[in-house]
């Protein structure tokens, strides 16, 4: 069983603030204590010798990075490119796949904004189509569907892991399978998923996958990281190169890096970076199956005690769930109820309809309450954000 009573202690917010309740890991998480002393020794050490002698000093670390990711994943490490954020690695990868006038892109209900609106760009520049892969009764991607809509036609098929606006899990291995038996590639939205949710690539045989590090894996801000298929990544030419992902070997000729390398960029934050590792290694010491159970849990509370709570309505979708969990009350705004959670110290935040357009619009929400409890957070801390919700 995860020791709580340790990650609290591991986690430097609490030194600040013990009383406060933090439920917004599906925004931006509290780092544990390995990841702050590594991004702040790391910063302390460029100011003493400058950023390329103290980047020198750690590139075994640096490469170890990619080695703890590919351990989380089941991933070799060449597969791995580091970038600045999710957002970052699945453009990176999606602007990369050839398109044609005529080629299909398919996108789930609950595909995020950033993803549609790369998708819909580039809809318009190559004369592909973009369509809605339908959602079935519980609001998860309908498979059946999905196999109805495939054909060769198929460039890509956009699938959203968990969506950032509630606790739906699409089944995205079953979806995948369906894609890849006409050819079209797989590009996996992990955003939400990595480090709540167990990821294993073998299993899920996407070609991509993309996640940021500031979520539930609780690393810095301005990190993150895709996943490319081992032989396809060695097939791809991605939209921007430079002398990292590349190299020049003429006057007018130049070799991409021989593996998911290539999507990288040489300049970077480094102890960002570094600070990414620390975070994935945390996990992993830890035990990433007693942290995702611990987070489960505590989202299965908050599911079963707020519909409980007169006036509070559950918005979360599907059949699977994750550590997200959403919710309205009626008479009372999602941003007028954030903000006076606030006032208790109690840290939610809201999902507009802006960022899952279709999906919100579809069930006639303009913004949901979003409440995501990790694995740090007490149970009588629940409580008493429950207590505060019945007392709007």
């Given at each position: 069983m995860l020791d709580v009573t340790r990650v609290r202690a591991d986690t430097p917010g609490y030194d600040s603030d013990p009383r406060m309740v933090f439920l917004d890991s599906a925004g931006s998480s509290l780092p544990p204590r390995a990841v702050v002393d590594t991004v702040v020794g790391h910063l302390r050490r460029e100011a003493e010798i400058g950023g390329y002698r103290a980047a020198a000093e750690r590139l075994d670390d640096l490469a170890a990075v990619k080695t703890a990711i590919g351990e989380l994943l089941n991933a070799p490490p060449g597969s791995i490119a580091l970038s600045d954020s999710a957002t970052r690695s699945w453009t990176d990868f999606f602007y990369s796949v050839p398109l044609a006038a005529g080629d299909r892109i398919l996108i789930s209900e609950s595909d995020y904004a950033g993803n549609a609106i790369a998708v819909l760009q580039r809809a318009r520049a190559t004369g592909a189509r973009v369509e809605r892969i339908p959602s079935d009764h519980s609001g998860q991607i309908d498979l059946d569907a999905l196999a109805a809509m495939v054909d060769e036609r198929v460039a890509l098929v956009s699938v959203l892991h968990a969506p950032t606006n509630g606790g739906l899990v699409n089944p995205a291995a079953e979806a995948t399978r369906i894609a890849r038996s006409v050819g079209a590639l797989v590009l996996l939205d992990a955003c939400q998923s990595a480090g709540q949710i167990p990821i294993d690539v073998v299993e899920l045989d996407v070609d991509a996958l993309s996640v940021t590090g500031r979520k539930w894996l609780r690393g810095p801000r301005g990190t993150g990281f895709l996943y490319v298929r081992p032989e396809l990544a060695r097939t791809m030419s991605p939209q921007r190169l430079d002398l990292h992902s590349a190299a020049w070997?003429?006057?007018?000729?130049?070799?991409?890096?021989?593996?998911?390398?290539?999507?990288?960029?040489?300049?970077?934050?480094?102890?960002?970076?570094?600070?990414?590792?620390?975070?994935?290694?945390?996990?992993?010491?830890?035990?990433?199956?007693?942290?995702?159970?611990?987070?489960?849990?505590?989202?299965?509370?908050?599911?079963?005690?707020?519909?409980?709570?007169p006036g509070v309505t559950v918005r979360d979708l599907g059949i699977r769930h994750s550590g997200i969990v959403s919710f309205t009350v009626d008479g009372v705004d999602s941003v007028s109820v954030r903000d006076r959670l606030a006032a208790d110290d109690i840290t939610v935040t809201v999902s507009h309809a802006g960022s899952t357009l279709l999906d919100m619009t579809s069930r006639g929400l303009d913004s949901v309450v979003r409440a995501s409890p990790h694995c740090f957070v007490e149970f009588d801390e629940l409580d008493r954000f429950l207590a505060a919700v019945a007392a709007l």
């Open positions: 070997t003429g006057p007018d000729e130049f070799e991409l890096a021989p593996d998911a390398t290539r999507f990288e960029f040489w300049e970077c934050d480094v102890a960002a970076r570094l600070g990414l590792g620390a975070a994935v290694r945390y996990l992993l010491d830890l035990g990433p199956e007693e942290v995702y159970a611990a987070i489960a849990a505590r989202a299965e509370h908050l599911r079963k005690e707020l519909p409980q709570i």
